[in-house]
């Protein structure tokens, strides 16, 4: 079946070769990763400084309009094609690992309106998530922190527009489950970091004690 469907990667549209799985050789050893895990002051970090207090902040690539980084994000989001969100995840899990201070009690992806994960058939952010777990061994929780508003596109969008946008778009379900608990907040792509401010505010109001962030790609300006 595969010499007349042969499996594709998703980062370069060629051919995988025998022993190769999901992510070709090639694109693997050619993706933009950071060093973000190396020090506290990362450019993740430091867009959230002063806005929401982080015990840590990690990033597995740089993101690059027209990049491979974007070519697999897309399958990821609108291709259905999980694997991407899964192997990425777990390389990810596997730096934090080498860094990780203490352990974190849960993962907490950025949610998407419930239409979206119709569409889609998940949230991509937990798929993420879920390959950070098989590294951390740390229990996912999406049931608590959900997306109440759809919210328009943020692609054209400045920092401050950003924020306006997503302010009021999420909620906590029950207030009490995070209560003194040390949170690893999980996306695919930072930009402004707009999202994750606005879900890091709700987390410490409902009680976290500590709150660090991960994501798959960081966007360049």
């Known amino acids: ?28 050893f050619s993706l933009p990763y950071t060093d973000f895990h190396t020090y506290r002051e990362n450019p993740v970090f430091n867009k959230l400084k002063g806005r929401i207090p982080l ?28 694997d991407v969100g899964l192997s990425l995840g777990a390389r990810l899990g596997m730096i934090i690992q080498k860094s990780m201070k203490d352990k974190y009690d849960f993962l907490v992806p950025v949610p998407i309106h419930p239409k979206k994960i119709k569409k889609r ?8 998530a879920k390959g950070l777990s098989g590294k951390l061994d740390i229990e996912i929780n999406s049931q608590q922190l959900i997306r109440k508003t759809e919210g328009k596109s943020q692609t054209k969008k400045g920092r401050i527009d950003r924020w306006q946008n997503v302010k009021d778009q999420f909620q906590i379900i029950d207030i009490e489950i ?3 608990k040390r949170i690893l907040l999980v996306d695919d792509v930072m930009t402004t970091g707009a999202t994750l401010e ?12 500590e709150l660090s962030v991960a994501v ?6």
């Open 1 to 28: 079946m595969e010499l007349i469907y042969p499996n594709l990667c998703p980062g370069c549209r060629h051919p995988l070769i025998k022993g190769e799985q999901i992510i070709c050789t090639k694109c693997m």
């Open 55 to 82: 015990k840590q902040a990690f990033s597995l690539l740089h993101f690059r309009k027209k990049g491979i980084v974007q070519n697999l994000l897309h399958e990821l989001k609108y291709n259905k094609n999980e």
């Open 121 to 128: 058939g998940y949230n991509q952010s937990e798929i993420i």
């Open 178 to 180: 995070f209560k003194e």
């Open 198 to 209: 606005a879900c890091g505010e709700l987390l410490f109001s409902a009680g976290a004690n």
């Open 216 to 221: 798959l790609a960081n966007a360049q300006k």
